[in-house]
């Protein structure tokens, strides 16, 4: 017994290890997913750096920090060239192993993910740390990185070579170095620290500057604000109708306070406007390190990042285009409390109450724990302005809400077993329950985790014919069994049928004209529209791609073999390998006519 309660010291570590393992394993497996976005862009940059010998991107809409992590898998070739050739045949020989057609950039696309990958899985060790630096919690310190790494819309994000997932992990180390200062009896040096990371954020995608307002918050609590106690106990708590005169007369000896210790007084707020000085010039420099194109291609950086700004702020027509401020928060509030933390919308709306609960229960604590919730506020209220919601940009407050619901479950279990025995229950119910949904929470993020990449690889060891033919079979069977539903096929996926199912249920219609009746004004009734949807591969929309309304909550549809690569409830555009998509006509119901007629 006693070695089980001394081993217990060790066993949140040890399943720290283990559960951040299994997560960094499940995002290696689905690594190779095949292309992203604005990788081409990434590396078109990284080529222009090589060929050049210039090491400034020119481009920035984004921070310089994720341009020069592109460099990283070049390191070993670097360090085996350097001294024996000049630099010119150096960066030839670099830019070699870049490579030159589309499958060598591949290739190398999966070093610069699997670069950004590590980094970004670094976030579940220093959540970890805040909590267990905070409150001394091990048990709630595991638990909130065990939210973070089995989280499917953080991994799957942090195996695309992107910004936001690296910046997603300074800014939890920034959050720990924060738990450090706060724990320290010399707090000055874990602020600076703190201020660096939340730099390297800033330098990684503008919005991680919020976190600025984290740190110095974090300082003026902690250090500044308590000075003010004697001046304020004597001087400010008066009434307001006093002058500012007969306050500062109120501070001379006679009324209690002595000049030393005003004399002191006054020397702490002027090393605390020094350091906090200090903190600034830091978070400066960091950004600036970071992006150097701030000093040296000015007119450049102003130029791109205003462009940056106005295409969230300018949007004419964008699948990701939002109404309004109202509109885009309750969008956001929709993703976090019901896809943030779980693929299925029960266990991620558990998550988010045990976050909402994790808000009550620090309301009576240290007013740091509360810049939790501020951050997290003033970062919505800032980014809910822009017209364009992409959820990736959501993710900054991963870490936030992760803390916050560890700290919820811990404080609902707490309160479970208070209020059972004051009731006379020394097993109150409440208790087990909250521990099993917690243990079922976890069991099925982390099936998830690994169905979701065992569909990627399975999709990359079978040919794309015979995937293609495999979900053709998986259509058929998905529509005899629904024969209430009316399916709106595409030629490619009537083809598919065609080559592959001898037998299938009549509930499908090709013609557009059919279509064209649905979307009519007079048209089908909503009880029809309901039973109504549209099937199509992704690959075969072209520009009409841009007519599909993103962020549509349990809209998108896709077969039992995925691949599960990306939410498409939130990513509809996404290209990705070709695959069968099935969606309610209601949201294809003004475009879908026209896709269909242009493949006829």
């Known amino acids: 017994m006693r070695f089980l309660l001394n081993s217990s010291k060790f066993c949140p570590p040890v399943l720290l290890v283990l559960v951040w393992g299994f997560s960094y394993f499940c995002a290696w497996r689905g690594l190779d997913f095949g292309h992203h976005w604005d990788e081409f862009t990434y590396l078109r940059f990284t080529i222009e750096m090589l060929d050049t010998g210039i090491f400034l991107p020119r481009w920035y809409g984004y921070p310089s920090v994720l341009f020069y992590l592109s460099l990283v898998p070049l390191l070993p070739e670097f360090l085996a060239l350097i001294g024996s050739t000049s630099p010119d045949q150096t960066l030839e020989m670099l830019r070699q192993v870049v490579g030159v057609?589309?499958?060598?950039?591949?290739?190398?696309?999966?070093?610069?993910?699997l670069v950004a990958m590590s980094l970004a899985s670094l976030v579940v060790f220093w959540v970890y740390g805040f909590v267990w630096f905070w409150k001394k919690k091990a048990w709630e310190a595991l638990l909130a990185a065990t939210f973070m790494a089995l989280s499917w819309e953080f991994i799957y994000h942090a195996r695309w070579f992107a910004p936001d997932p690296v910046m997603v992990q300074f800014a939890a180390l920034t959050l720990m170095l924060l738990a450090l200062a706060h724990r320290s009896q010399r707090p000055e040096p874990w602020f600076r620290l703190a201020v660096v990371a939340a730099g390297l954020a800033c330098g990684t995608k503008y919005t991680g500057g919020i976190l600025l307002v984290t740190v110095v918050g974090a300082y003026c609590l902690q250090v500044w604000f308590p000075h003010w106690k004697t001046f304020g106990s004597v001087a400010w708590h008066r009434p307001w109708t006093h002058s500012w005169h007969e306050a500062w007369q109120q501070t001379r000896p006679s009324a209690g306070l002595k000049r030393e210790s005003r004399r002191l007084f006054w020397k702490h707020q002027l090393h605390s406007i020094y350091f906090l000085g200090q903190l600034l010039f830091c978070f400066g420099i960091t950004v600036i390190c970071t992006t150097p194109g701030i000093l040296i291609d000015p007119i450049t950086f102003v130029r791109e990042l205003a462009i940056q700004i106005s295409v969230y702020e300018n949007v004419s027509k964008n699948p990701y285009m939002v109404l309004s401020r109202w509109d885009h928060l309750s969008?956001?509030?929709?993703y976090l409390s019901s896809a943030a933390f779980s693929r299925y919308a029960v266990i991620a709306a558990f998550i988010f109450g045990m976050a909402l609960i994790g808000i009550y229960s620090i309301r009576k604590e240290t007013k740091f724990l509360g810049l939790l919730v501020l951050t997290i506020l003033l970062y919505l209220a800032a980014i809910s302005g822009y017209k364009i919601l992409y959820v990736r940009n959501i993710m900054l407050t991963f870490p936030f809400f992760a803390i916050l619901a560890s700290l919820g479950f811990g404080y609902a279990i707490r309160e479970s077993w208070r209020w059972g025995r004051s009731n006379g229950r020394p097993y109150p119910l409440l208790a087990p329950v909250l521990s099993g949904l917690l243990v079922l929470s976890i069991v099925m993020n982390g099936y998830w985790q690994w169905h979701s990449s065992s569909t990627i690889v399975y999709r990359q060891e079978n040919p794309s014919n015979s995937f293609l033919n495999e979900q053709a079979l998986e259509l058929a069977t998905h529509m005899a069994e629904h024969p209430e539903n009316?399916?709106?096929?595409?030629?490619?996926?009537?083809?598919?049928?065609?080559?592959?199912?001898?037998?299938?249920?009549s509930n499908f219609v090709i013609h557009p004209q059919k279509v064209k009746e649905y979307s009519h004004p007079e048209g089908p009734n909503s009880e029809q529209m309901s039973h109504a949807y549209g099937v199509f591969l992704n690959n075969e929309l072209g520009n009409l791609v841009w007519e599909m309304q993103a962020n549509q909550f349990m809209k998108y549809r896709m077969l039992p073999t995925g691949p599960y690569e990306v939410n498409i409830d939130y990513y509809p555009s996404w290209a990705g390998t070709p695959r069968v998509v099935i969606a309610p006509m209601e949201i294809l119901q003004h475009w879908f006519p026209e896709a269909m007629d242009q493949h006829l």
């Open 331 to 334: 969008r956001i509030f929709l």
């Open 486 to 505: 009316t399916f709106f096929l595409s030629k490619r996926v009537k083809d598919l049928l065609d080559d592959n199912v001898d037998q299938r249920s």
């Open 101 to 113: 057609t589309r499958e060598e950039h591949y290739a190398y696309f999966l070093k610069e993910r």
